[in-house]
């Protein structure tokens, strides 16, 4: 892979991010040590996807138990309850975070002294990110598998390293199409309100060579009628049982458009993001954000005082809307709800291919 930004790095009684709210413009990366500073870099995006999202709130765990002062287990335990309920709080929408939260949690029945417990845990957070990198590899290699050579992909928000410590969700699958010499192109849409697609994904796509054009996010309905979109792939933040889909929002507005221009709609996920609890994308919960980033762009004013505004950041698409969903487990289809029920139960046949 040619991105080698290390957007999450545990280096032992630390957790080193990189900030996303400062790029392209700025490298800056951030050591943190202690629990309430991961929980802030997750609530404010300095830390954003939800993959890395989960992998942070394993590690911001892991790093509120390595500063617990206590003396016995149940002494312990109160203190690490009080940690995971701070982190489970930064955000509600992505899976991956709850995912991250209940794996930690349960390491809690395993140890019965305070060292062996807080050892427990960073053993826990490492495999958390482990399987993240390896599933992402997955991921790409099937993904990419579905593209055609000369391709050109939409792409929403962003779904790369930066989003998942690994090799990327929707962008692993472009970034393996590229290496694979298939000569793909890219139009990115810059995703308001925060215009992740602008500042990160072209960002990554230049660091690994793929050909990427920046778009409007009202731009993307107008290429897909003249013919200029091939497929459209884009990440996933929360997935039913029966296939429905969360992503940043803008996303089902994207799916929509594919179907009324017959264009093949991708999903592209970990299998750690699929909620098979709720039945239906209607039971999602949508994050809604502050109104400013919406009334401002990076810090700048740009609608009148006082005017009101709504910040939904995710929206959900049908699965009726979807052609597949990529996961590290397999290409999911239609009919969606028996094959996530199949796919959950199943394992990785694949474990020692090349990625």
Not at 16 to 38: C, F, K, M, N, S
Request: glycine share 8%.
């Amino acid at each position: 892979m040619t991105n080698q930004i290390k957007p999450l790095e545990w280096l032992g009684d630390r957790l080193r991010i990189i900030d996303q709210t400062q790029l392209p413009h700025r490298e800056l990366y951030l050591d943190l040590t202690d629990y309430r500073d991961v929980a802030e870099a997750i609530s404010t995006l300095r830390v954003r996807g939800a993959p890395a999202i989960g992998v942070a709130a394993a590690y911001g765990i892991a790093l509120g138990a390595l500063g617990i002062k206590a003396n016995t287990t149940a002494d312990f335990l109160a203190q690490i309850g009080e940690i995971i309920l701070t982190i489970a709080a930064t955000r509600p929408t992505a899976r991956n975070l709850f995912m991250a939260v209940e794996s930690m949690g349960k390491i809690l029945t395993t140890q019965k002294t305070v060292v062996g417990l807080k050892k427990a845990l960073v053993a826990e957070a490492n495999k958390i990110q482990k399987t993240e990198i390896e599933s992402t590899g997955r991921i790409s290699r099937l993904g990419a598998a579905l593209i055609d050579k000369g391709a050109t992909i939409l792409t929403h928000c962003n779904a790369g390293p930066l989003a998942t410590t690994g090799y990327g969700t929707a962008l692993g699958v472009i970034i393996r199409a590229h290496e694979q010499g298939k000569n793909v192109r890219v139009y990115a849409d810059e995703t308001r309100p925060l215009c992740q697609g602008a500042r990160l994904t072209t960002w990554e796509l230049q660091k690994a060579g793929v050909p990427v054009t920046l778009i409007t996010d009202s731009m993307a309905g107008h290429f897909m009628s003249r013919g200029k979109i091939d497929c459209v792939i884009v990440g996933a933040d929360r997935i039913a049982a029966n296939g429905d889909t969360a992503n940043k929002i803008g996303t089902y507005t994207l799916a929509v458009l594919a179907r009324e221009n017959k264009i093949p709609f991708y999903f592209a996920a970990p299998t750690t993001t699929i909620d098979v609890k709720i039945s239906t994308g209607k039971q999602i919960v949508i994050e809604e954000r502050k109104a400013e980033e919406v009334t401002h762009i990076q810090g700048v004013h740009v609608a009148p005082d006082g005017v009101a505004a709504a910040n939904p950041a995710f929206d959900v698409t049908p699965h009726k809307y979807i052609t597949a969903i990529i996961t590290e487990k397999g290409i999911v289809r239609k009919p969606y709800k028996a094959e996530i029920a199949n796919l959950c139960n199943s394992t990785i046949k694949d474990q020692n291919s090349k990625l």
